[in-house]
């Protein structure tokens, strides 16, 4: 397979979300050449990263915030379009595509990487068209593609839907259906507010959700993310950022706590034929069982060149913890404490630096 290769190439930066295109912008400042020096591969159609697949009712109003890639600012690329209420998955996959063509991005798309393998001192990248030859890789993948759904007993004997947060498009589908939200994240509390205005649901989490009060400034930013940064260098599997933001309190909270939508329940000890199972021998009916339980890294390409620990973490070093610190030739963003937006863009900018002077470039 080797000696199939048909692209060579210095860096491979493997995903064209924020992360990816973060990096990319910096190789870019630095005088690299698309090509020549480094390409971008990007599994999904179009611009945009995994924003082109939100939900329609996620709007400008109801998402976090989204943060401006180096370079472009993001509210100045909206124009007469800048509403409140117009559409994530149109608003940012417009910014991203401004944004390729604004800084000669060329992205190589859509191109799925099957598998990473290291021959000779270099990495090769697979694709289903394409084998990639490089030095370093920056992988940018983020978690959108490998939607986690917790193993529970009965699951299989569940009669009902059982859906996750990736497979949400309108609330309306759920109309006439008894809807069981599992999840305490924010995704989870903006779903369950549309689906109870269309039917009936209860709500359940692991943990007791914690709601915070105030802004959530900078600094609340910076520690939270270094609480997830904390682990990635102890070689533990990464807490999501948003697991240790908590809940801001907003006037749609405030509204569903009043209509009792947030009488959150534990959770439950089994999937049965017709619902789910308390310890206490509670049971209750459901159609659909909607799980909002989050997304883990999708690494899956890298198994053979990534260095695990045996819980299944990778040891991170580096200044913003990006560096596999045990293979230093693979930056990871977009993983730990870069999985968020909050840390993307600082982490791309560290990876292309520190990686240039790994390989000596």
């Not at 509210?75 to 944004?99: F, I, M, R």
């Not at 269309?198 to 609480?227: C, I, K, L």
């Amino acid at each position: 397979m080797v000696n199939n290769v048909r692209f060579k190439t210095r860096i491979v930066i493997i995903g064209a979300g924020q992360a990816g295109l973060s990096a990319a912008y910096h190789l870019r400042m630095l005088g690299w050449e698309i090509g020549r020096d480094f390409v971008i591969l990007d599994e999904a159609p179009q611009p945009g990263g995994a924003w082109q697949f939100r939900w329609p009712s996620l709007t400008l109003t109801t998402v976090n915030k989204i943060h401006d890639l180096p370079g472009m600012s993001f509210k100045e690329t909206l124009g007469n379009n800048a509403k409140d209420e117009v559409q994530a998955s149109v608003a940012v996959p417009h910014y991203y595509d401004l944004y390729e063509k604004k800084f000669g991005i060329k992205v190589y798309r859509p191109l799925k990487v099957e598998k990473v393998f290291l021959q000779d001192e270099r990495f090769y990248v697979d694709t289903p068209e394409v084998l990639f030859s490089c030095l370093g890789i920056i992988n940018a993948t983020g978690t959108w593609e490998n939607p986690y759904i917790p193993d529970y007993p009965g699951a299989d004997l569940f009669e009902g839907e059982q859906l996750h947060t990736k497979d949400f498009k309108t609330a309306t589908y759920f109309k006439n259906k008894h809807v069981i939200v599992v999840g305490g994240g924010i995704s989870a509390i903006q779903l369950l507010d549309q689906i109870s205005k269309e039917t009936t649901t209860t709500w359940v989490t692991r943990r007791a959700p914690v709601f915070r009060e105030g802004p959530f400034d900078d600094m609340a930013g910076h520690d939270a993310v270094a609480m997830v940064e904390e682990r990635v260098r102890k070689g533990l599997v990464p807490l999501s950022v948003v697991s240790v933001t908590g809940l801001p309190v907003t006037p749609a909270i405030e509204a569903m706590k009043k209509n009792g939508v947030l009488n959150r329940l534990p959770m439950f000890k089994e999937i049965t034929r017709n619902g789910v199972k308390w310890e206490d021998g509670r049971e209750e009916k459901a159609d659909v069982i909607l799980w909002n339980t989050g997304f883990k890294s999708s690494l899956q390409h890298l198994d053979a060149v990534l260095p695990r620990e045996k819980e299944g973490g990778i040891v991170m070093s580096g200044r913003l913890a990006t560096m596999v610190a045990k293979e230093p030739r693979i930056h990871l963003v977009g993983y730990g404490p870069s999985a968020s937006t909050i840390g993307a863009n600082r982490a791309g900018r560290a990876a292309v630096k520190e990686l240039i002077n790994t390989l000596g470039l």
